[in-house]
Protein backbone atom coordinates (compact mmCIF):
# COMPACT_ATOMS: atom_id res chain seq x y z
CA UNK A 1 0.00 0.00 0.00
CA UNK A 2 2.79 2.46 1.20
CA UNK A 3 4.76 1.76 -2.14
CA UNK A 4 1.52 2.36 -4.16
CA UNK A 5 1.29 5.76 -2.36
CA UNK A 6 5.29 6.56 -3.30
CA UNK A 7 4.94 5.14 -7.07
CA UNK A 8 1.76 6.41 -8.38
CA UNK A 9 1.37 10.16 -10.22
CA UNK A 10 -2.08 9.89 -11.19
CA UNK A 11 -4.44 9.55 -8.23
CA UNK A 12 -6.51 12.66 -7.71
CA UNK A 13 -8.67 11.24 -4.72
CA UNK A 14 -7.65 8.61 -2.38
CA UNK A 15 -10.12 7.16 0.64
CA UNK A 16 -9.11 4.58 3.41
CA UNK A 17 -11.53 3.57 5.63
CA UNK A 18 -10.95 0.47 8.39
CA UNK A 19 -7.82 -0.32 7.14
CA UNK A 20 -6.11 -0.31 10.60
CA UNK A 21 -3.49 1.45 9.96
CA UNK A 22 -1.05 1.44 13.06
CA UNK A 23 0.72 4.96 12.36
CA UNK A 24 0.13 8.09 10.45
CA UNK A 25 3.84 9.08 9.81
CA UNK A 26 3.64 6.14 7.40
CA UNK A 27 1.14 7.53 4.84
CA UNK A 28 2.82 11.38 5.00
CA UNK A 29 5.92 10.19 4.31
CA UNK A 30 4.73 8.05 1.37
CA UNK A 31 2.98 11.10 -0.01
CA UNK A 32 5.69 13.59 0.62
CA UNK A 33 6.53 13.65 -2.97
CA UNK A 34 3.39 12.78 -4.48
CA UNK A 35 2.15 15.91 -6.49
CA UNK A 36 -1.07 14.79 -7.68
CA UNK A 37 -3.21 13.48 -5.05
CA UNK A 38 -5.69 16.33 -3.92
CA UNK A 39 -7.94 15.38 -1.65
CA UNK A 40 -7.21 12.49 1.23
CA UNK A 41 -10.24 11.05 3.31
CA UNK A 42 -9.08 8.68 6.60
CA UNK A 43 -12.66 7.43 8.26
CA UNK A 44 -13.22 4.72 10.82
CA UNK A 45 -9.02 4.56 11.95
CA UNK A 46 -9.01 5.07 15.63
CA UNK A 47 -6.69 7.37 14.62
CA UNK A 48 -4.09 5.45 15.31
CA UNK A 49 -3.64 2.62 17.56
CA UNK A 50 0.05 3.01 17.76
CA UNK A 51 -0.29 6.71 18.11
CA UNK A 52 -3.40 6.94 20.53
CA UNK A 53 -0.92 5.11 23.07
CA UNK A 54 1.97 7.68 23.32
CA UNK A 55 1.66 11.04 25.63
CA UNK A 56 -0.16 13.77 23.81
CA UNK A 57 3.56 15.93 24.14
CA UNK A 58 5.60 12.64 22.56
CA UNK A 59 5.61 14.33 19.38
CA UNK A 60 8.26 17.52 18.98
CA UNK A 61 7.63 20.80 17.10
CA UNK A 62 9.87 19.67 14.27
CA UNK A 63 8.34 19.30 10.62
CA UNK A 64 8.62 16.16 8.73
CA UNK A 65 11.28 15.90 6.42
CA UNK A 66 9.22 16.21 3.68
CA UNK A 67 5.87 17.75 3.80
CA UNK A 68 3.00 17.34 1.07
CA UNK A 69 2.31 20.50 -0.16
CA UNK A 70 0.15 19.71 -2.87
CA UNK A 71 -2.72 18.09 -1.11
CA UNK A 72 -5.86 20.21 -1.18
CA UNK A 73 -8.24 18.64 1.26
CA UNK A 74 -8.19 16.31 4.16
CA UNK A 75 -10.66 14.77 5.89
CA UNK A 76 -10.39 12.76 9.22
CA UNK A 77 -14.10 11.49 10.43
CA UNK A 78 -15.66 8.40 12.38
CA UNK A 79 -12.88 7.73 14.46
CA UNK A 80 -11.39 8.42 18.17
CA UNK A 81 -8.46 10.21 18.64
CA UNK A 82 -7.07 10.64 22.33
CA UNK A 83 -3.66 12.36 22.09
CA UNK A 84 -3.26 15.13 19.56
CA UNK A 85 -0.06 13.14 17.83
CA UNK A 86 -2.21 12.04 14.90
CA UNK A 87 -3.65 15.34 14.42
CA UNK A 88 0.18 17.16 14.73
CA UNK A 89 1.19 14.49 11.99
CA UNK A 90 -1.32 15.67 9.71
CA UNK A 91 -0.90 19.43 10.10
CA UNK A 92 2.77 19.38 9.54
CA UNK A 93 2.38 16.42 7.13
CA UNK A 94 0.12 18.56 4.71
CA UNK A 95 0.93 22.37 5.32
CA UNK A 96 -0.86 24.25 2.13
CA UNK A 97 -4.46 22.71 3.08
CA UNK A 98 -7.31 24.76 1.87
CA UNK A 99 -10.23 22.32 2.94
CA UNK A 100 -9.78 20.79 6.63
CA UNK A 101 -12.87 18.88 7.48
CA UNK A 102 -13.01 16.36 11.05
CA UNK A 103 -16.29 14.86 11.54
CA UNK A 104 -17.41 12.84 13.77
CA UNK A 105 -14.11 12.57 15.94
CA UNK A 106 -14.43 13.97 19.50
CA UNK A 107 -11.91 16.49 19.92
CA UNK A 108 -10.73 18.27 23.04
CA UNK A 109 -8.80 21.64 24.45
CA UNK A 110 -5.50 20.63 23.09
CA UNK A 111 -6.39 19.73 19.88
CA UNK A 112 -8.42 22.92 19.46
CA UNK A 113 -5.10 24.44 20.57
CA UNK A 114 -3.51 22.10 17.53
CA UNK A 115 -5.87 23.40 14.86
CA UNK A 116 -5.40 26.98 16.47
CA UNK A 117 -1.41 26.60 15.62
CA UNK A 118 -2.06 25.41 12.23
CA UNK A 119 -4.78 27.74 10.86
CA UNK A 120 -1.72 30.28 11.76
CA UNK A 121 0.73 28.96 9.80
CA UNK A 122 -1.57 27.86 7.17
CA UNK A 123 -1.81 31.15 5.02
CA UNK A 124 -4.08 28.61 2.30
CA UNK A 125 -6.89 27.18 4.10
CA UNK A 126 -10.20 28.29 3.06
CA UNK A 127 -12.44 26.04 4.46
CA UNK A 128 -12.73 24.68 8.05
CA UNK A 129 -15.46 22.16 8.83
CA UNK A 130 -15.84 21.16 12.26
CA UNK A 131 -18.73 19.12 12.62
CA UNK A 132 -19.46 16.87 15.31
CA UNK A 133 -16.27 17.14 17.67
CA UNK A 134 -18.01 18.21 20.72
CA UNK A 135 -16.96 21.98 20.52
CA UNK A 136 -18.24 23.91 23.05
CA UNK A 137 -18.44 28.28 23.55
CA UNK A 138 -15.13 27.65 25.53
CA UNK A 139 -13.17 25.19 22.75
CA UNK A 140 -14.75 27.63 19.93
CA UNK A 141 -12.74 30.35 22.11
CA UNK A 142 -9.26 28.96 21.56
CA UNK A 143 -9.67 29.20 17.94
CA UNK A 144 -11.98 32.42 17.61
CA UNK A 145 -9.05 35.04 17.67
CA UNK A 146 -7.35 33.49 15.04
CA UNK A 147 -10.56 32.87 12.75
CA UNK A 148 -11.04 36.80 13.29
CA UNK A 149 -8.05 38.11 11.82
CA UNK A 150 -7.89 35.64 9.07
CA UNK A 151 -8.25 36.86 5.98
CA UNK A 152 -8.45 33.79 3.68
CA UNK A 153 -11.05 30.86 5.20
CA UNK A 154 -13.91 31.11 3.09
CA UNK A 155 -16.30 28.54 4.76
CA UNK A 156 -16.61 27.98 7.90
CA UNK A 157 -19.13 24.83 9.24
CA UNK A 158 -19.87 24.40 13.14
CA UNK A 159 -22.64 22.21 13.11
CA UNK A 160 -23.57 19.43 15.60
CA UNK A 161 -21.73 20.90 18.14
CA UNK A 162 -22.96 22.13 21.95
CA UNK A 163 -22.35 25.67 21.42
CA UNK A 164 -25.68 26.86 22.20
CA UNK A 165 -26.26 30.53 22.93
CA UNK A 166 -23.14 31.57 24.68
CA UNK A 167 -21.29 30.03 21.72
CA UNK A 168 -23.08 31.27 19.33
CA UNK A 169 -22.30 35.07 20.64
CA UNK A 170 -18.94 34.52 20.70
CA UNK A 171 -19.83 33.14 16.76
CA UNK A 172 -21.46 36.59 16.32
CA UNK A 173 -18.39 38.58 18.13
CA UNK A 174 -16.05 37.06 15.38
CA UNK A 175 -18.25 37.99 12.75
CA UNK A 176 -17.99 41.45 13.54
CA UNK A 177 -14.24 41.40 13.12
CA UNK A 178 -14.04 38.90 10.35
CA UNK A 179 -14.26 40.10 7.10
CA UNK A 180 -13.27 37.05 4.72
CA UNK A 181 -15.93 34.46 6.23
CA UNK A 182 -18.71 34.28 3.26
CA UNK A 183 -20.85 31.02 4.03
CA UNK A 184 -21.52 29.78 8.24
CA UNK A 185 -23.59 27.19 9.10
CA UNK A 186 -24.37 26.20 13.25
CA UNK A 187 -27.21 23.39 12.52
CA UNK A 188 -28.09 21.50 15.16
CA UNK A 189 -26.23 23.47 17.97
CA UNK A 190 -28.96 23.88 20.82
CA UNK A 191 -29.39 27.43 19.68
CA UNK A 192 -32.34 29.51 20.46
CA UNK A 193 -33.69 32.91 19.93
CA UNK A 194 -31.07 34.90 21.85
CA UNK A 195 -28.28 33.40 19.65
CA UNK A 196 -29.81 34.10 16.39
CA UNK A 197 -30.23 37.36 17.06
CA UNK A 198 -26.79 37.79 18.17
CA UNK A 199 -25.93 36.52 14.64
CA UNK A 200 -28.71 38.48 13.11
CA UNK A 201 -26.91 42.00 14.69
CA UNK A 202 -23.21 41.07 13.33
CA UNK A 203 -24.65 40.85 10.28
CA UNK A 204 -25.22 43.97 10.30
CA UNK A 205 -21.80 45.20 10.36
CA UNK A 206 -20.68 42.13 8.01
CA UNK A 207 -21.51 42.87 4.70
CA UNK A 208 -19.03 39.80 3.69
CA UNK A 209 -21.49 36.87 4.39
CA UNK A 210 -23.40 35.46 1.67
CA UNK A 211 -25.01 32.43 3.47
CA UNK A 212 -26.12 31.73 6.79
CA UNK A 213 -27.74 28.43 7.56
CA UNK A 214 -29.23 27.16 11.25
CA UNK A 215 -31.35 24.47 10.66
CA UNK A 216 -32.26 21.88 13.74
CA UNK A 217 -31.97 24.23 16.17
CA UNK A 218 -34.61 24.98 19.26
CA UNK A 219 -35.14 28.65 17.45
CA UNK A 220 -39.42 29.52 17.77
CA UNK A 221 -40.96 31.82 14.92
CA UNK A 222 -41.63 35.40 16.76
CA UNK A 223 -43.08 38.59 15.47
CA UNK A 224 -39.95 40.22 16.52
CA UNK A 225 -37.72 37.74 15.48
CA UNK A 226 -39.35 38.60 11.37
CA UNK A 227 -38.98 41.82 12.20
CA UNK A 228 -35.38 41.47 12.64
CA UNK A 229 -34.73 39.53 10.00
CA UNK A 230 -36.96 42.09 7.28
CA UNK A 231 -34.74 45.06 8.59
CA UNK A 232 -31.52 43.22 8.20
CA UNK A 233 -32.06 42.45 4.67
CA UNK A 234 -34.03 45.48 3.95
CA UNK A 235 -31.84 48.16 5.43
CA UNK A 236 -28.17 47.24 6.87
CA UNK A 237 -27.29 43.89 4.69
CA UNK A 238 -27.34 43.64 0.91
CA UNK A 239 -24.92 40.59 0.75
CA UNK A 240 -26.82 38.02 2.54
CA UNK A 241 -28.35 35.63 -0.20
CA UNK A 242 -28.80 32.49 1.52
CA UNK A 243 -30.89 32.38 4.86
CA UNK A 244 -31.90 29.32 5.83
CA UNK A 245 -33.77 28.59 9.82
CA UNK A 246 -35.78 25.22 8.92
CA UNK A 247 -36.81 22.39 10.90
CA UNK A 248 -36.79 24.49 13.97
CA UNK A 249 -39.59 24.15 15.85
CA UNK A 250 -40.05 21.06 17.68
CA UNK A 251 -43.73 19.72 17.68
CA UNK A 252 -45.08 16.73 19.51
CA UNK A 253 -48.20 14.98 19.53
CA UNK A 254 -49.83 16.17 22.32
CA UNK A 255 -48.65 19.96 21.21
CA UNK A 256 -51.61 19.41 18.30
CA UNK A 257 -54.09 16.96 19.77
CA UNK A 258 -55.97 16.79 22.60
CA UNK A 259 -56.16 12.84 22.26
CA UNK A 260 -53.33 11.56 20.43
CA UNK A 261 -55.14 8.58 19.11
CA UNK A 262 -57.53 10.84 17.52
CA UNK A 263 -55.84 13.12 15.17
CA UNK A 264 -58.80 14.78 13.81
CA UNK A 265 -59.28 16.68 17.18
CA UNK A 266 -57.14 19.43 17.14
CA UNK A 267 -55.41 20.46 20.70
CA UNK A 268 -57.13 24.27 20.56
CA UNK A 269 -56.88 25.28 23.88
CA UNK A 270 -53.17 24.27 24.19
CA UNK A 271 -52.66 27.04 21.78
CA UNK A 272 -55.03 29.62 23.37
CA UNK A 273 -53.20 28.82 26.91
CA UNK A 274 -49.47 29.22 25.57
CA UNK A 275 -50.58 32.47 23.92
CA UNK A 276 -52.16 33.55 27.13
CA UNK A 277 -49.19 32.45 29.12
CA UNK A 278 -46.55 34.14 26.58
CA UNK A 279 -48.54 37.52 27.25
CA UNK A 280 -48.08 38.03 31.07
CA UNK A 281 -44.03 37.99 30.47
CA UNK A 282 -43.18 41.30 29.28
CA UNK A 283 -39.63 40.61 28.19
CA UNK A 284 -39.95 37.21 26.73
CA UNK A 285 -39.98 37.28 22.95
CA UNK A 286 -43.79 36.87 22.08
CA UNK A 287 -44.16 33.19 20.08
CA UNK A 288 -46.61 32.16 18.06
CA UNK A 289 -48.29 28.78 17.85
CA UNK A 290 -47.95 25.68 20.06
CA UNK A 291 -44.61 24.50 21.11
CA UNK A 292 -43.05 22.55 23.59
CA UNK A 293 -40.59 24.34 25.96
CA UNK A 294 -37.40 23.57 27.12
CA UNK A 295 -36.04 24.14 30.70
CA UNK A 296 -33.32 26.42 31.02
CA UNK A 297 -29.77 26.14 32.38
CA UNK A 298 -29.68 28.70 34.99
CA UNK A 299 -25.89 28.51 34.84
CA UNK A 300 -26.07 28.50 30.99
CA UNK A 301 -28.45 31.43 30.80
CA UNK A 302 -26.42 33.45 33.64
CA UNK A 303 -22.94 33.11 31.94
CA UNK A 304 -24.75 34.07 28.59
CA UNK A 305 -26.21 37.39 30.13
CA UNK A 306 -22.79 38.35 31.47
CA UNK A 307 -21.48 38.11 28.15
CA UNK A 308 -23.63 40.38 26.68
CA UNK A 309 -23.43 42.74 29.29
CA UNK A 310 -19.49 42.34 28.72
CA UNK A 311 -19.59 42.58 24.92
CA UNK A 312 -23.20 44.45 24.06
CA UNK A 313 -24.15 42.34 21.87
CA UNK A 314 -27.67 42.70 22.13
CA UNK A 315 -29.43 46.07 22.39
Known amino acids: MLLFLKLNFSLNKL ?7 SNLSSITDALSSNTTLKELALSQQSYFKDENSKSPFAFGDEPTEYANTYL ?14 PLMQCCLGFSNLKQLVINNVPLKKLHFETIDNYLVSNEWLRK ?14 IISETICNSKKIRSLDLSNNPLKDLGCAKVAEMLIKNKSIQSLKVNQSSVTEAGLVCLLNSLRQNNQVTKLVARDNRIKASRRLLALVGDL ?4 NST ?39 SKKDNEIERVGPYRSF ?21
Open 240 to 278: LRYLILTCNQQYTKKDFYDDPKNPFKFMSSTVAKSKKQD
Open 233 to 236: VIYF
Open 15 to 21: MLSQNNI
Open 128 to 141: LKLINVKMTSDCFS
Open 72 to 85: EKLTLSLGLMQTTL
Open 295 to 315: PPDEQMVADFEKYLQEKSLLQ
